[in-house]
């Protein structure tokens, strides 16, 4: 599986963004390769902004037919229409997320550095494990998810797992051949041309 094929793109929104801009920047983005899906991770808990958010990405991610999920907010999935949602807190709330949201939904868990909260979400019903951060980060207690994780994870469990948090050009090479998906944010967000650092990241898969 992860072992011959190139891993896919999720993207990741910046926690803040203009809706003037920000849309375009994600279509230019989305139309220069190929991604597989894309979270809306917004910092604001103000759920009329999140509502308008939503409602502008998902108009660029559904004309794409990429699929959109939210951070954490289970419970506005089907009223924004979204494809599902990545929940940060392990396994605790997939199952109720699955319930609420029924079968056909995407459920993805972060796991931080934990292989048990990995499996655990699995076996809880999650779509898919992100591990993370990968690279040296100044958030959380700055324990990383380093390779052996991925390398077990990859040998030894069906479910897609995810790379994410500091990704550079050197993580990348080394996690392509055992890791299912790369989740790219702030890496190219932070970039004046998005695009250019997306490609720098891609072409590093090997």
């Known amino acids: ?15 803040e963004f203009e ?3 920000f849309p375009d920047r994600l279509a230019r ?20 902004r999140i509502a308008r958010a939503a409602d502008a990405c ?19 999935v089907e009223r924004l229409g979204l494809d599902g949602v990545h929940l940060i807190d392990g396994a605790r ?24 909260d990995g ?9 898919y494990i992100s591990f993370g951060p ?3 980060s100044s958030l959380g ?19 897609p797992v995810v790379a994410e948090g500091a990704l550079d050009e050197i993580t990348v090479a080394q996690l392509a051949p055992i890791t299912d998906f790369f989740a790219f944010g702030e890496e190219i967000w932070q970039q004046d041309d998005p695009v250019a650092a997306l490609a720098r990241l891609v072409a590093a898969m090997g």
């Not at 599986?1 to 990741?12: D, F, G, K, R, V």
């Not at 390779?147 to 469990?157: E, K, N, V």
């Open 1 to 15: 599986m992860a072992e011959t094929e190139q891993p896919q793109i999720y993207l990741i929104t910046p926690p």
């Open 19 to 21: 809706l003037s801009r």
């Open 29 to 48: 983005v989305l139309d220069s390769q190929e991604v597989a899906c894309v979270r809306l991770a917004l910092a604001s808990r103000d759920e009329d």
């Open 58 to 76: 998902r108009e660029v991610t559904h004309a794409r037919d990429i699929a959109l999920v939210i951070d954490t907010h289970v419970m506005m």
């Open 93 to 116: 709330t997939v199952r109720f997320a699955r319930k609420e949201l029924g079968d056909d939904a995407i459920i993805g868990s972060y796991c931080g550095t934990s292989r048990h």
């Open 119 to 127: 499996i655990s979400a699995g076996e809880a019903g999650a779509d």
């Open 134 to 136: 990968v690279g040296a």
């Open 141 to 159: 207690d700055g324990s990383r998810a380093g390779g052996d994780l991925f390398d077990w994870w990859s040998q030894m469990i069906e479910l």
